[in-house]
């Protein structure tokens, strides 16, 4: 266990800070633009409802760590399930993590090739953000909730005054009129916002192992993920506020434009500020689907040591983010209808069907 760096453990309140960065992460830019195509001017009420519905995640991921406290998820797949169907479980979550990191890494070198630096080789601009990231998981996971307790705060103070700094340009009729959304528009707008960005909270299952004291857990975790959906609803009524529904529903980076027409300063756009917001949220939920994969894979295999998979896990992630998609629009349209399908069986079943075996077995040995 010492591979796992269990001597390095998690605050709640650092958990609580990686937790909001996490679900910020790639949401922050494409949310508000597949919420506002499925709900226009409603999108607010999925995104609220994703919310909540992320409860069927956290709930059991948060009691299985206390029932198995010095167990990772792979390790307590494996005693709860039998040793076949346990690694079968933990090479899903492995692909899931590697996966999820891919398309993130994805979002993020697109959205530099197509706002800021359309000439730089997408290898150069992974590099720029797997460097940091790198160095931080080799230093052990403790050093993860260092860095989000001193930076998520002032980045999350930032976003706040780039939406005060925007009120000047927004007018409430943008988002008029409220609730015409029928049934199945909002309910699929609410599996989308569980999908992504929610339920991929799935993977703090891997960090719940080093948090000092696991009883209050749940809480963390939910406090986290509503404080991330007040960011993203901030967020979301700031651009359609900004923009309205036919401008949010027709441009990618929709949250991105209205920075662009405002003056901050000596700074002409507030775009900047924004890089600056999402470069911290996607470093965070990279960095934990990277130690997801590492210490799934070292646990696939009885290895007591993460940190010789970390460079290889880089180079399999850059790799698969390039294979992904062919371009922007096959990338969004993917997370908008094919990811909700793909990942709720895995963010929500997985967990679920785990605790009530667990149980079951638990019930049995009393």
């Known amino acids: 266990m010492g591979g796992l760096d269990v001597e390095q453990k998690l605050s709640k309140t650092q958990l609580l800070w990686i937790v909001i960065s996490f679900n910020l992460g790639s949401a922050i830019l494409l949310l508000p ?9 409603d999108a607010w009420i999925p995104l609220t409802l994703g919310a909540f519905l992320s409860l069927l995640v956290l709930l059991p991921i948060s009691k299985l760590s206390c029932l198995y406290p010095n167990l990772s998820f792979v390790q307590y797949s494996e005693k709860i399930m039998g040793k076949l169907l346990g690694k079968m479980i933990g090479v899903i979550w492995c692909w899931f993590a590697m996966h999820l990191g891919s398309l993130v890494v994805r979002n993020f070198t697109d959205f530099f090739n197509l706002t800021m630096l359309p000439n730089t080789p997408t290898l150069a601009i992974s590099a720029l953000l797997f460097i ?8 052990g996971i403790g050093s993860l909730g260092i860095l989000a307790q001193a930076i998520s705060p002032f980045v999350l103070i930032l976003f706040v005054g780039i939406t005060f700094n925007m009120l000047p ?11 015409e959304q029928d ?18 909270s799935i993977l703090f299952a891997s960090l719940l ?15 986290g993920v509503l404080i991330a959906a007040a960011l993203l609803l901030l967020g979301l ?14 441009l990618y980076f929709a949250v991105l434009e209205p920075s662009r027409r405002e003056a901050f300063g000596f700074v002409r756009g507030l775009e900047i500020f924004i890089i600056v917001n999402w470069f911290n949220f996607a470093f965070f939920k990279i960095a934990v689907c990277l130690y997801a994969f590492c210490q799934g894979v070292s646990n696939l295999i009885n290895s007591d040591r993460y940190k010789p998979f970390i460079i290889p896990a880089v180079i399999i992630m850059i790799s698969l983010s390039k294979l992904s998609y062919e371009n922007i629009v096959q990338e969004v349209n993917a ?29 049995r040995e009393n």
Not at 335 to 360: F, G, K
Request: net charge positive.
């Open 237 to 250: 009524v700031r651009t359609l506020l900004a923009l309205g529904v036919d401008e949010t529903q027709r």
């Open 335 to 363: 997370a908008a209808v094919l990811w909700p399908v793909y990942a709720v069986p895995i963010e929500v079943l997985l967990p679920l069907s785990l605790l009530a075996v667990a149980m079951i077995r638990k019930a």
């Open 183 to 200: 049934l199945m528009h909002i309910t699929w707008g609410s599996i989308q916002a569980l999908s992504f960005p929610f339920g991929e």
């Open 209 to 223: 192992l080093f948090v000092k004291n696991k009883s209050g857990c749940s809480k963390v975790l939910i406090k």
């Open 33 to 41: 633009g597949i919420l506002v195509n499925t709900a226009a001017q």
């Open 169 to 179: 340009n927004m007018s409430s009729e943008r988002i008029l009129p409220l609730f």
């Open 132 to 139: 940091p990231i790198i160095l931080a998981l080799y230093q």
